[in-house]
């Protein structure tokens, strides 16, 4: 059997790419085909924009595919969710739909909004967050480069961002958070209820999830006597415990344990005048919990 798999195209391929790698599959896309090849003979691959995913997985067109929830709630697609996968282009952080206005634009609230005009690429989204606040405004359609629509060609915008920058490099303001959005594993329903289609579903969910926990942490072996065990121990933050294995040394014994990789630099110090001898650091994959 085959499982029909959408890749998303644009700001979140790289990243996906890069999590599906560190999950053991290797997706190789080229640059003149939208279907990219997977080393997994059971999954066929489709580039498709994560806009249209979650409408062509409920269709039943593709059994399952990653793209951002609010994509989903977007199209009010009727789909199953597999995985919550909080990365995005630039890390592992949420993005967010706000609302924005030109830094002097005299419009404060949601509720200056009314009778204005709203430019925005998530029309649903904004709808019914208007209507939420029980604001009536024409809402248009951005065809992309929504920053630069106010305040000739709209009032307002309903825009994506991580970071902000974009929009304050256009003087641009956020008066309201319209919704929080991370990627997401969704499959068609159908394919859900199928037996073999859930247990390879739930394998590259696990996959996933455990490339997602090694984001931003390093393994740490290291060497220690006995009598210097408590000291080193003291050093170290870990997921649980630290692994501890006596060695062939009489007296000696090996830790290994995983930290956060920004903590490297302080701990390794520490570690050395705290005994700590024939210390490695290697990068993680995976981490299965």
Not at 13 to 31: H, N
Not at 65 to 83: F, I
Not at 143 to 165: C, F, H, N
């Amino acid at each position: 059997m085959i499982l029909k798999l959408g890749i998303p195209k644009g700001s979140l391929q790289d990243a996906t790419v890069e999590l599906f790698r560190k999950a053991g599959f290797k997706i190789t896309i080229s640059s003149r085909s939208y279907y990219p090849s997977i080393d997994d003979p059971q999954i066929e691959c489709l580039l498709l924009r994560a806009q249209e995913m979650a409408r062509y997985v409920e269709q039943g067109l593709l059994d399952a595919g990653l793209t951002g929830y609010d994509w989903v709630v977007e199209n009010d697609a009727k789909v199953r969710e597999v995985a919550d996968l909080v990365y995005s282009k630039t890390g592992t952080g949420k993005a967010r739909w706000v609302l924005a206005v030109p830094n002097d634009s005299p419009i404060q609230t949601v509720k200056d909004l009314e009778g204005k005009r709203i430019a925005t690429e998530a029309m649903n989204l904004t709808r019914r967050y208007l209507e939420r606040h029980g604001v009536t405004a024409v809402v248009e359609f951005s065809w992309g480069a929504t920053e630069v629509k106010p305040p000739y060609l709209a009032d307002a915008i309903v825009e994506i961002t991580e970071t902000g920058s974009s929009l304050r490099a256009n003087k641009l303001k956020i008066l309201d958070t319209v919704m929080e959005s991370n990627t997401v594993l969704i499959a068609n329903r159908a394919a859900w209820e199928d037996p073999w289609k859930r247990e390879k579903l739930g394998n590259i969910k696990l996959l996933l999830e455990g490339a997602m926990l090694a984001f931003g942490k390093v393994g740490l072996m290291l060497n220690v006597h006995k009598d210097n065990l408590r000291a080193v121990l003291d050093v170290l933050p870990a997921l649980k415990r630290p692994t501890i294995s006596e060695l062939s040394e009489p007296g000696w014994v090996a830790i290994n344990t995983i930290l956060d990789e920004k903590l490297v630099r302080v701990i390794i110090p520490q570690l050395k005048q705290a005994g700590a001898q024939g210390i490695v650091e290697y990068p993680l994959n995976k981490i299965i919990m």
